[in-house]
């Protein structure tokens, strides 16, 4: 079988000692996972779907958000969240209510890919879908969503700034610390402490 034969292939790349230094920043400890296969297999599925004519993204988009418990760490979410989930619903706007369904779960990853997968609509300078996303997990308390968040909004930034002051200056001062500090990280230093001060 070709998952048997890719296996066995990564295993050749195996080292003890890079697995043990490793493990707890991918969180592969007891009742977790082996991080490599699962992160080789969406690798393949953001490959198939870029190669995919429109029915088989529909089907490949569908398989993802049907196994988002297996995409359980922010670099596998990272990785591939935005090439086939923000990447299907940048072609099918109608559906963009996904995004926010995501947004509002109660699963750490799922919340994640929600804010992740809108950087395929910011590469398109369209940023209302960051914004909305940004919006619903404001007062989320977990740090991986608070990064990806300010990431997020500092991605706006970048295109747009004033979009993103815009967006600040309403929300800094509700804004968990991390998430303000991803968002201004690329600010003067005098608008930084700007807002780091009044928050």
């Not at 296996?7 to 920043?25: G, H, R, V």
């Not at 991918?26 to 029915?55: D, I, M, S, W």
């Not at 940048?90 to 929600?114: C, D, F, G, Q, V």
């Amino acid at each position: 079988m070709l998952s048997a034969d890719i296996k066995k292939d990564l295993q050749k790349f195996a080292s003890k000692e890079n697995a043990k230094n490793l493990s707890w920043f991918f969180k592969t400890g007891k009742g977790q996972y082996v991080h490599e296969y699962r992160l080789t297999a969406l690798l393949f599925l953001v490959y198939k779907f870029k190669k995919a004519n429109v029915k088989e993204q529909k089907d490949l988009y569908n398989f993802y958000l049907k196994n988002t418990k297996y995409i359980n760490n922010w670099d596998l979410v990272d990785l591939s969240s935005r090439d086939t989930v923000g990447e299907y619903l940048l072609k099918n706007p109608t559906e963009k209510s996904t995004l926010y369904k995501l947004a509002k779960s109660k699963n750490l990853w799922e919340k994640r890919i929600a804010i992740i997968s809108t950087s395929a609509f910011i590469r398109e300078n369209k940023f209302e879908e960051t914004l909305k996303v940004s919006e619903i997990l404001l007062n989320d308390k977990h740090d991986l969503i608070h990064k990806a968040v300010g990431w997020m909004l500092r991605e706006v930034g970048k295109r747009d700034l004033d979009i993103e002051e815009k967006f600040l200056k309403k929300y800094y001062r509700k804004m968990p610390r991390t998430m303000l500090r991803y968002a201004i990280e690329k600010f003067s230093e005098n608008k930084r402490q700007f807002y780091l001060k009044k928050s």
